[in-house]
């Protein structure tokens, strides 16, 4: 994986908990990746190409408990 599209996790906001991003070939993390995901409290984003993060892109991980 490259790129998230826009809307890409549309629907799971109430119920994902866990989202796995490791071992791909993200750049840049974008401010909209993750809206609405507020119950997601594991990130998994290691072995990554990760140069940028955007201003706000984690703003709505509220229980968010584990960046990795």
């Known amino acids: 994986i490259q790129v998230?599209?826009?809307?890409?996790?549309a629907g799971l906001e109430k119920c994902m908990t866990r989202l796995e991003l490791?071992?791909?070939?993200l750049e840049?993390?974008?401010?909209y990746y993750f809206l609405?995901?507020?119950?997601l409290?594991?990130?998994y984003?290691?072995?990554n190409?990760?140069?940028f993060i955007e201003v706000n892109t984690f703003k709505d991980l509220v229980s968010l408990?584990?960046?990795d």
């Open 28 to 31: 840049y993390l974008k401010g």
């Open 4 to 9: 998230i599209e826009m809307n890409a996790f």
């Open 45 to 47: 984003i290691k072995k």
């Open 36 to 39: 609405g995901l507020r119950k």
């Open 49 to 51: 190409l990760i140069s």
């Open 41 to 43: 409290d594991r990130l």
């Open 65 to 67: 408990t584990l960046l």
């Open 22 to 25: 490791t071992d791909n070939r």
